[in-house]
């Protein structure tokens, strides 16, 4: 069974009140709503527009007045309520001078299939992650492979204390940006 269809059939197990469906579907979509948000990170919380959606599918999913229909409808409806949530978190706190809303109103929502990256990109990010140093390379790549778990298991797991782990996370991000710069990727075309 492919994704998109654990996907669709996870919500309409959940609609029928499944608890573990519900989670199961979480789990297949939260990466993809991250992604989608990646444009609205600047300006807000990212992870707190991400559980705000999750509680309003969950409430959507327990409401049997409301129906989504067609293939991954479910996918869709949380893209476009992940994007409302992020707009209006943007208006709420007056984020708008980061970026211009217009602009936001005007770009797509989040795509089902993703776009193939491109090859050269990837090595060249692979690399730049092998060269980091142990510790900052271990907690990125932990948050990077299980990134829908919280961060305090994840440095439980690395045997790292919590603010270890963010601090290690904060060092590789930015020697793993230093390398990539120097290798002549440019990350703000690469994140627009």
């Known amino acids: 069974m492919t994704t998109d269809h654990r996907i669709d059939e996870a919500f309409r197990r959940a609609r029928l009140g499944d608890g573990e469906a519900f989670a199961a579907w979480m789990g297949l979509v939260e990466i993809p709503l991250r992604r989608s948000l990646r444009r609205y990170a600047r300006a807000v919380d990212v992870e707190g527009v991400v559980q705000e959606t999750l509680v309003c599918m969950w409430l959507f999913a327990l ?3 409301r129906e989504l229909e ?3 409808a479910s996918l869709k409806y949380a ?5 409302n949530v992020a707009l209006e978190e943007m208006r709420r706190y007056r984020q708008d001078g980061l970026v211009e809303l217009a602009t936001l109103d005007g770009l797509p929502e989040g795509q089902i299939e993703p776009k193939l990256p491109d090859p050269a990109l990837a090595r060249t990010i ?8 142990a510790q900052p390379r271990s907690a990125l790549t932990a948050r990077l492979r299980d990134g829908s778990q919280p961060d305090r298991e994840l440095a439980a797991r690395l045997r790292m204390k919590g603010n270890t782990f963010l601090q290690n996370i904060v060092r590789a991000r930015k020697l793993l940006r ?3 710069e120097g290798r002549g990727v440019r990350l703000a075309e690469i994140l627009s």
């Open 70 to 72: 067609g293939d991954h």
């Open 79 to 83: 893209y476009r309520v992940a994007r």
């Open 178 to 180: 230093n390398c990539l």
């Open 63 to 65: 409401d049997p007045n």
């Open 126 to 133: 692979e690399d730049c992650l092998d060269r980091l140093p």
